[in-house]
């Protein structure tokens, strides 16, 4: 039978857990999520029918903080995928040394089908039944996959109704008109950025003279190829989302493909400046960088050998398996893991939820500044850990993460 998310995601934790010896009774409790709860909700439609939907929170360990992590809206989305990337959240909050632990929510829905207002009230409703298990001291939702600062805006109009008062720090990725901060909706793409010009740098490899492949063009695609693009002058030779996917090898005018995905229902299909390919020969495409910035398992045992990329980032959550990163890893092909090269987003919603508890906001310079900062010091810490142990960068990434874990349980005592 075919492994499960979580069993695949225990494989990786695992593997760093024996490589530090981690203390058994840690491991054990380490390995599960603490809680989840599972919601049943009606949403009213258009024509007057109810429909029922399913959602889910999930909070996998807040031994150094409150749970964070975004909301997923997706057909595909199952109480393992959500438990899953709650999983993954803690790690990240603790490599980028944030008092955070892991979290993340997701509703079983084709958003795409639904109207705008039908989307508001399905929001609306979703919030409020998961309002008494969140909280901004307990649990702080985001944007994920088909989620936005719109749908953040409703998510606090509506436990707003519940406290009486604006609790604006209760979910990140906000409007900046409502609480959100400057900077927040760039920051995952930026973060990708900022890791994939330090990897560069390891490999000897000057970031203006590279060329890169970009799977997924939403919040994290399209920010990753406009600010490698813009600011770090690289070449993006392809980009793909849902509807199509596309090669130019004098390079993309970013600016121009995002300006027609907008005016285009979100999608990049019928752009002309680009050769259609197909969704598997972006992927396996000769070049120096490859993004995956869409979904889990983009890269699996049964593509992992044609990978061609020198450098992987890994934009999305989980885009690799752990058999396909093995084939990676045994070709020389160095990958950035999740937890480090898409914390960006996660490190500016800590900023926001500081700014939002102190009422007191930042500029972009401030911003920017900061999380470069505290991604170049993810990934020196991963980086030398990689060394210490003689491992590759997700592994080392985890022995980072777990080791601050670790230390927060034990200190905190498990109760007896
Ligand atoms: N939004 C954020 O701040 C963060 C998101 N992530 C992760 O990044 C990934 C993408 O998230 P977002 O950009 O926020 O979602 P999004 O909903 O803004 O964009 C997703 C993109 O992926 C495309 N896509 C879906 N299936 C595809 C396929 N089979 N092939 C090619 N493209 C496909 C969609 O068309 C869309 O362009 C997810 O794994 C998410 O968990 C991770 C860290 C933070
Ligand atoms: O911004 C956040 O709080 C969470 C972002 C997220 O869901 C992720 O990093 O996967």
């Given at each position: 039978m075919a492994k499960s998310l979580y069993q695949q995601a225990l494989e990786v934790f695992?593997?760093?857990?024996?490589?530090?010896?981690?203390?058994?009774?840690?491991?054990?409790?380490?390995e599960r999520p603490q809680r989840t709860l599972i919601v049943?909700?009606?949403?009213?439609?258009?024509?007057?029918?109810?429909?029922?939907?399913t959602g889910y929170r999930c909070q996998h360990?807040?031994?150094?903080?409150?749970?964070?992590g975004?909301i997923r809206?997706h057909p595909d989305v199952t109480i393992d995928e959500v438990q899953t990337l709650a999983f993954w959240m803690t790690?990240?909050?603790?490599?980028?040394?944030?008092?955070?632990?892991g979290g993340k929510g997701g509703v079983k829905?084709?958003?795409?089908?639904?109207?705008?207002?039908?989307?508001?009230?399905?929001?609306?409703?979703?919030?409020?039944?998961?309002?008494?298990?969140?909280?901004?001291?307990?649990?702080?939702?985001?944007?994920d996959v088909?989620?936005?600062?719109?749908?953040?805006?409703?998510?606090?109009?509506?436990?707003?109704?519940?406290?009486?008062?604006?609790?604006?720090?209760?979910?990140?990725?906000?409007?900046?008109?409502?609480?959100?901060?400057?900077?927040?909706?760039?920051?995952?793409?930026?973060?990708?950025?900022?890791?994939?010009?330090?990897?560069?740098?390891?490999?000897?490899?000057?970031?203006?003279?590279?060329?890169?492949?970009?799977?997924?063009?939403?919040?994290?695609?399209?920010?990753?190829?406009?600010?490698?693009?813009?600011?770090?002058?690289?070449?993006?030779?392809?980009?793909?989302?849902?509807?199509?996917?596309?090669?130019?090898?004098?390079?993309?005018?970013?600016?121009?493909?995002?300006?027609?995905?907008?005016?285009?229902?979100?999608?990049?299909?019928?752009?002309?400046?680009?050769?259609?390919?197909?969704?598997?020969?972006?992927?396996?495409?000769?070049?120096?960088?490859?993004?995956?910035?869409?979904l889990e398992n983009?890269?699996?045992?049964?593509?992992?050998?044609?990978?061609?990329?020198?450098?992987?980032?890994?934009?999305?959550n989980g885009?690799?398996t752990p058999?396909?990163?093995?084939?990676?890893?045994?070709?020389?092909?160095?990958?950035?893991?999740?937890?480090?090269?898409?914390?960006?987003?996660?490190?500016?919603?800590?900023?926001?939820?500081?700014?939002?508890?102190?009422?007191?906001?930042?500029?972009?310079?401030?911003?920017?500044?900061?999380?470069?900062?505290?991604?170049?010091?993810?990934?020196?810490?991963?980086?030398?850990?990689?060394?210490?142990?003689?491992?590759?960068?997700?592994?080392?990434?985890?022995?980072?993460?777990?080791?601050?874990?670790?230390?927060?349980?034990?200190?905190?005592?498990?109760?007896?």
């Amino acid at each position: 039978m075919a492994k499960s998310l979580y069993q695949q995601a225990l494989e990786v934790f695992g593997h760093a857990a024996d490589v530090m010896q981690l203390d058994p009774n840690i491991r054990k409790f380490l390995e599960r999520p603490q809680r989840t709860l599972i919601v049943e909700f009606p949403v009213v439609m258009d024509d007057g029918r109810v429909e029922m939907f399913t959602g889910y929170r999930c909070q996998h360990n807040t031994a150094r903080g409150p749970a964070k992590g975004g909301i997923r809206y997706h057909p595909d989305v199952t109480i393992d995928e959500v438990q899953t990337l709650a999983f993954w959240m803690t790690w990240k909050c603790s490599l980028l040394n944030l008092p955070y632990g892991g979290g993340k929510g997701g509703v079983k829905v084709d958003p795409a089908k639904l109207s705008k207002h039908e989307l508001e009230r399905l929001s609306r409703r979703f919030f409020y039944e998961i309002a008494n298990f969140i909280g901004e001291k307990r649990d702080i939702p985001a944007p994920d996959v088909n989620t936005n600062a719109q749908v953040m805006a409703w998510y606090v109009d509506t436990y707003t109704m519940h406290t009486g008062y604006p609790a604006l720090g209760v979910v990140t990725g906000k409007p900046v008109e409502i609480g959100g901060s400057i900077g927040r909706n760039e920051a995952t793409g930026r973060g990708v950025a900022v890791v994939a010009s330090e990897a560069c740098k390891l490999l000897d490899k000057d970031i203006s003279k590279a060329t890169v492949a970009v799977q997924g063009f939403g919040n994290v695609g399209s920010f990753s190829a406009k600010i490698l693009h813009d600011d770090y002058k690289a070449k993006i030779v392809a980009v793909s989302d849902v509807s199509a996917a596309y090669y130019n090898p004098d390079g993309f005018d970013i600016n121009d493909l995002i300006a027609y995905r907008d005016n285009n229902k979100g999608l990049i299909n019928g752009y002309p400046k680009g050769q259609k390919i197909t969704h598997e020969e972006l992927l396996e495409l000769d070049v120096d960088i490859l993004v995956p910035a869409a979904l889990e398992n983009a890269i699996t045992e049964e593509n992992a050998d044609r990978i061609k990329a020198k450098l992987i980032v890994e934009g999305a959550n989980g885009p690799v398996t752990p058999a396909a990163d093995r084939i990676l890893v045994s070709k020389g092909i160095m990958v950035i893991p999740d937890i480090l090269a898409n914390a960006g987003g996660v490190t500016v919603s800590y900023f926001e939820w500081v700014q939002d508890l102190q009422s007191f906001f930042w500029d972009l310079d401030d911003v920017r500044a900061k999380l470069t900062k505290m991604m170049r010091a993810a990934f020196a810490d991963v980086a030398e850990t990689k060394k210490k142990y003689n491992v590759d960068f997700r592994t080392a990434a985890y022995v980072v993460a777990i080791e601050r874990v670790a230390q927060a349980v034990k200190l905190r005592g498990i109760y007896p």
